[in-house]
């Protein structure tokens, strides 16, 4: 926690919420960078961006139309707003693709995604190639893929190794181990391991 910030509980939520894709904002409370998605606060006249970590950790000040909410209540509205802005902006983003590459057929992506709020392995391969092709394929980062069944997994592995590799950029480091073990990394791709550190005795 940062020295100017104080009293957690005297900032109080706008409810105004950013979604960075290009994971580029800092949080006002803790100093984190590269974030995604921050909170406006308020204290007087002074405007902050908090993180989903000070989201969860402090009992910010909430109300809904002058009606206060405690820290519970507040913790559930953000994550509430959160997942409906996560999902406007994936839903904006197909929309954009579609208006820029009238030929990419990707009404069945969309109904996919309105339907799932996440992509298969084979939907996201699809997206994410048109994604290449108008030179934002980092924007797949922004999108869940689902590889928890047997049967989504079995899609990751029978896709191309290029796809495979595009994939991989929205996949988690749970998910990557996890296909990893697999035998369904893209080649040269780069799995993190759990680090059993030895310290050696003297
Ligand atoms: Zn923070």
Same mark, same amino acid.
């Given at each position: 926690?940062?020295?100017?910030?104080?009293?957690?509980?005297?900032?109080?939520?706008?409810?105004?919420?950013?979604?960075?894709?290009?994971?580029?904002?800092?949080?006002?409370?803790?100093?984190?960078?590269?974030?995604?998605?921050?909170?406006?606060?308020?204290?007087?006249?002074?405007?902050?961006?908090?993180?989903?970590?000070?989201?969860?950790?402090?009992?910010?000040?909430?109300?809904?139309?002058?009606?206060?909410?405690?820290?519970?209540?507040?913790?559930?509205?953000?994550?509430?707003?959160?997942?409906?802005?996560?999902?406007?902006?994936?839903?904006?983003?197909?929309?954009?693709?579609?208006?820029? #590459? +009238?030929?990419?057929? @990707?009404? $069945?992506?969309?109904?996919?995604?309105?339907?799932? /709020?996440?992509?298969? =392995?084979?939907? !996201?391969?699809?997206?994410?190639?048109?994604?290449?092709?108008?030179?934002?394929?980092?924007?797949?980062?922004?999108?869940?893929?689902?590889?928890?069944?047997?049967?989504?997994?079995?899609?990751?592995?029978?896709?191309?190794?290029?796809?495979?590799? #595009? +994939?991989?950029?929205? @996949?988690? $480091?749970?998910?990557?181990?996890?296909?990893?073990? /697999?035998?369904?990394? =893209?080649?040269? !791709?780069?799995?993190?391991?759990?680090?059993?550190?030895?310290?050696?005795?003297?």
């Amino acid at each position: 926690m940062l020295e100017h910030v104080g009293d957690p509980h005297q900032w109080r939520y706008t409810w105004q919420i950013k979604d960075d894709v290009s994971l580029d904002s800092t949080c006002s409370f803790c100093g984190r960078n590269a974030l995604r998605v921050t909170y406006e606060v308020t204290r007087g006249t002074e405007v902050a961006w908090v993180c989903e970590h000070c989201v969860a950790r402090y009992n910010i000040s909430a109300d809904i139309d002058g009606e206060p909410l405690g820290p519970k209540e507040a913790r559930a509205y953000a994550h509430g707003l959160t997942a409906r802005l996560k999902q406007q902006t994936c839903k904006d983003i197909i929309r954009r693709i579609q208006d820029q #590459l +009238v030929d990419a057929d @990707l009404e $069945p992506v969309a109904v996919y995604f309105d339907r799932n /709020l996440q992509l298969s =392995p084979h939907w !996201a391969a699809k997206l994410f190639m048109t994604l290449v092709q108008i030179g934002e394929e980092t924007k797949a980062q922004v999108f869940e893929v689902q590889t928890r069944s047997k049967i989504h997994q079995r899609e990751f592995g029978d896709l191309d190794d290029r796809e495979r590799g #595009l +994939v991989w950029i929205a @996949l988690s $480091p749970q998910q990557r181990r996890r296909l990893a073990s /697999l035998g369904f990394a =893209p080649l040269g !791709a780069l799995v993190r391991r759990s680090l059993s550190v030895r310290v050696p005795r003297i």
